[in-house]
T-cell receptor, first 114, second 115 residues
Framework: NAGVTQTPKFRVLKTGQSMTLLCAQDMNHEYMYWYRQDPGMGLRLIHYSVGEGTTAKGEVPDGYNVSRLKKQNFLLGLESAAPSQTSVYFC?????????????FGPGTRLTVL | KQEVTQIPAALSVPEGENLVLNCSFTDSAIYNLQWFRQDPGKGLTSLLLIQSSQREQTSGRLNASLDKSSGRSTLYIAASQPGDSATYLCAVPRLGGGGADGLTFGKGTHLIIQP
């Protein structure tokens, strides 16, 4: 199993450009998450999904959109990138194991917005 | 709002020492707590998931404990090795419960083991 994979690994955008980050998992997990990690701030939840076709806002959702059209994929979109969105983005997934939801993370995407 | 604090922020010790990393959280209505390891420029690796009913969980030289009533968890690393050098992160369910709504993370303890 590849686990959780993220595409691309690195990206540089100019302010105002758009892009989509792809997360894929091959563990048949029901739940998927997008976090961002910034120096001094730790990891913060952007959006999440508890199943195919469902999405919900996390702690810092502004400026991002997400879609979960297939169970194994979770897409994070930036419609008009801003320098404040320069960050490392991590995707995670978790099985529906009742009340104990262990999360497994991808390797991250490092995004720079100029 | 759940808040997670990790102490110390950084730690440097000689190889072979036993050490303790601390994590505290404000909302004790959680069913589990997860410890992660992050190497520079890499993703997060899950080390241990402690269920609230377990109070302790062990994996090799790692032992994690959870005391919900006091809002604390500790990660004990025995006989530390240079390969243990990394940032260790503690995370709890963001909105309580089991974490289906995501996790709240501490800022981590940056650990250096000197050869």
């Amino acid at each position: 199993n590849a686990g959780v994979t993220q595409t691309p690994k690195f990206r540089v955008l100019k302010t105002g450009q758009s892009m989509t980050l792809l997360c894929a998992q091959d563990m048949n997990h029901e739940y998927m998450y997008w976090y961002r990690q910034d120096p001094g701030m730790g990891l913060r939840l952007i959006h999440y999904s508890v199943g195919e076709g469902t999405t919900a806002k996390g702690e810092v959702p502004d400026g991002y959109n997400v879609s979960r059209l297939k169970k194994q994929n979770f897409l994070l979109g930036l419609e008009s990138a801003a320098p404040s969105q320069t960050s490392v983005y991590f995707c995670a997934s978790s099985p529906t194991s009742g009340i104990y939801n262990e999360q497994f993370f991808g390797p991250g995407t490092r995004l720079t917005v100029l | 709002k759940q808040e997670v604090t990790q102490i110390p922020a950084a730690l440097s010790v000689p190889e072979g020492e036993n050490l303790v990393l601390n994590c505290s959280f404000t909302d004790s209505a959680i069913y589990n707590l997860q410890w992660f390891r992050q190497d520079p420029g890499k993703g997060l690796t899950s080390l241990l998931l402690i269920q609230s009913s377990q109070r302790e969980q062990t994996s090799g030289r790692l032992n994690a404990s959870l005391d919900k009533s006091s809002g604390r968890s500790t990660l004990y690393i025995a006989a530390s090795q240079p390969g243990d050098s990394a940032t260790y992160l503690c995370a709890v369910p963001r909105l309580g419960g089991g974490g289906a709504d995501g996790l709240t993370f501490g800022k981590g303890t940056h650990l250096i083991i000197q050869p």
